[in-house]
């Protein structure tokens, strides 16, 4: 596993833990690094095509994420 990928798992640990503080030691320090923006996007690749591989719909993904995030995050993009 690399760097950046244990600093994602630390950074989602730290959220279910409701660890502001360990979330943005994390995020901060995969900020810093050359590849994050590749490895997020890896990381988010995976993790939604798993989800559509258990039968959701990316309305689905969107309720969620309006639901637990923001207006922002579930905003259809209209």
Do not use: Y
């Amino acid at each position: 596993m690399s760097k950046a990928n244990e600093l994602i798992g630390a950074a989602m640990e730290a959220l279910a833990r409701e660890d502001q503080a360990g979330f943005d030691s994390a995020a901060a320090f995969l900020a810093d690094r050359d590849d994050a923006d590749r490895v997020l996007v890896e990381a988010v690749t995976r993790a939604i095509s798993g989800l559509w591989r258990n039968g959701w719909q990316p309305a689905d993904v969107v309720r969620i994420a309006a639901w637990r995030l923001t207006d922002w995050h579930g905003r259809d993009g209209g």
